[in-house]
């Protein structure tokens, strides 16, 4: 295996075209141009491994038992199959880092600074403002015990949300020992983590807030963020994801104060993405159960998937596209989608470039695989299952299986026109089967009219295509 060497901030900006989406507004930006406070510069990398606009999900109903009568946290955490969402976090940090093993991929995902391992603090943004609807303990419990497997001390682990109370009971405390290593540290709000402290914003809000004061310092080496799927009000984008959990790092106080300013503002800061490496390097937001409404309330949609990238604004932003609109019912309004627009932008990509990512399917993982029949065509094998509608309002479903060599794999649908009508992005790993399931619709969630679909499956060396036909 290649050895990796992690690159200073003014290396990432000698990368100016990132991936398949990297199409920046200007790659010539200094950063002698911008101001101190601002911790991002155009044309940098969050990790000179991974790609920024790389966003790899999950979709696995098998990650609960059941949904629970009562959506309190424990009962939620009750319902949550503990080794099959983190075994699945396990394959997501494979596709996302593109690493055979989750060892490596974990490593490679969490960047450590030239210090003492002893020395190294960690701090996990959750959102707690509304216990019905918190990151569940799995998910937090495994980033917890990957920062531990690559040599952090658990008492140097910090939980916090300074909008609210993530100790206490019904919350986190009670699950250190159990899902939560123990001397992880569960912070009253952020006074583990030193209170607040004034520091400055950047553009496009220059101004002076209250920040959680160890990470306005730069006390923090590595900030994980993980949020739940949940709306808010429409100034923000309507949702209250990866962007919107930092209003409990920075004072929440200015939502009335130019929200969208401050919301962009906050995550360039150097207290957030500051630092060599920088602080921010992972984004989660859990799926499993979800809400449409928010930011206060009781999931009523249960996505059942999780989202995992390192770079906020690309992950909220096919987050809203490509689950809270066609699979959660819940497409951005007018107003939302003005403000959605300006995620890439602030960030110098354009927002062509957002439109044209997909999320990547990782596969979840599976107790047992069974043999699967298949014909075989250069590097590719595929077998394609069509499961007929039986009744009037049940929308026709195709799952495509194949084996390819390891690394992503394209699936393209064509209607029977030749029109384009999704695409789909789907990782294979070092077992090199693969599969997806197309739940009959196209890019914006609607289910499509019976007739001849071509469907092209494209990887590294071969493409094939085959004809199925819906009724």
């Given at each position: 295996m290649k050895k990796k060497v992690l690159k200073g901030r003014r290396e990432f900006i000698k990368s100016t075209v990132i991936g398949t989406a990297g199409t920046l507004l200007?790659?010539?930006?200094?950063?002698?141009?911008?101001?101190?406070?601002?911790?991002?510069?155009?044309?940098m990398q969050i990790n000179p491994n991974?790609?920024?606009?790389?966003?790899?999900?999950c979709h696995d109903p098998d990650m609960v038992s059941s949904n629970p009568?009562?959506?309190?946290?424990?009962?939620?955490?009750?319902?949550?199959?503990?080794?099959?969402?983190?075994?699945?976090?396990?394959?997501m940090a494979k596709a996302l880092a593109q690493e055979q093993d989750a060892a490596t991929a974990w490593k490679t995902i969490f960047q450590l600074p030239n210090k003492p391992l002893n020395t190294v603090r960690a701090a996990i943004k959750v959102n707690c403002i509304e216990t019905n609807q918190m990151p569940r303990i799995a998910i937090v419990g495994k980033v917890c015990k990957e920062l531990v497997h690559i040599g952090l001390s658990p008492e140097n682990i910090t939980i916090y949300d300074g909008d609210d109370d993530a100790s206490g009971n019904g919350k986190y405390t009670s699950y250190i020992g159990r899902d939560l290593p123990g001397k992880v540290r569960v912070s009253s709000k952020n006074s583990l983590l030193g209170g607040m402290t004034e520091t400055r914003t950047p553009d496009p809000d220059?101004?002076?807030?209250?920040?959680?004061?160890?990470?306005?310092?730069?006390k923090i080496d590595i900030l994980i963020n993980c949020a739940v799927n949940k709306g808010h009000d429409d100034s923000r984008g309507g949702i209250s994801h990866t962007m919107k959990n930092h209003?409990?790092?920075?004072?929440?106080?200015?939502?009335?104060?130019?929200?969208?300013?401050?919301?962009?503002?906050?995550?360039?800061?150097?207290?957030?993405?500051?630092?060599n490496p920088p602080r921010q390097q992972l984004c989660i937001i859990d799926s499993i159960w979800?809400?449409?409404?928010?930011?206060?309330?009781t999931p009523n949609k249960a996505p059942h998937r999780l989202t995992m990238g390192t770079f906020a604004p690309a992950i909220d932003y096919l987050n809203v596209y490509k689950i809270r609109g066609p699979i959660m019912g819940r497409s951005p309004s007018s107003r939302a989608q003005s403000v959605l627009e300006k995620f890439p932008t602030t960030f110098g990509y354009t927002k062509t470039a957002f439109d044209q990512l997909e999320l990547i399917d990782v596969p979840p993982v599976r107790k047992t695989t069974n043999h699967i029949p298949a014909t075989t065509r250069g590097n590719f094998q595929y077998l394609l299952e069509l499961q007929v509608p039986k009744g009037r309002f049940q929308p026709a479903r195709a799952q495509f299986r194949f084996t390819a060599n390891p690394g992503e794999v394209k699936i393209?649908?064509?209607?029977?026109?030749?029109?384009?009508?999704?695409?789909?992005?789907?990782?294979?790993?070092?077992?090199?089967?693969?599969?997806?399931?197309?739940?009959g619709v196209d890019s914006a969630g609607n289910h499509v009219s019976g007739g001849t679909y071509t469907v092209v499956v494209s990887g590294k060396h071969e493409t094939v295509s085959q004809l199925i036909s819906l009724f």
């Open positions: 200007s790659s010539a930006t200094a950063y002698s141009a911008k101001k101190a406070s601002s911790g991002w510069q155009d044309g991974i790609d920024n606009l790389r966003v790899v999900c009568l009562l959506f309190s946290f424990k009962n939620q955490n009750d319902s949550v199959r503990k080794e099959k969402v983190q075994a699945n976090l396990d394959e220059v101004g002076s807030y209250s920040c959680t004061n160890d990470i306005a310092l730069g209003f409990g790092t920075f004072t929440p106080r200015p939502h009335g104060h130019g929200d969208l300013n401050y919301l962009l503002a906050i995550n360039k800061s150097d207290a957030i993405i500051g630092g979800a809400m449409t409404s928010g930011p206060r309330g393209k649908i064509f209607n029977p026109q030749g029109k384009l009508i999704t695409t789909k992005m789907v990782y294979v790993a070092n077992s090199n089967a693969g599969s997806i399931l197309w739940e």
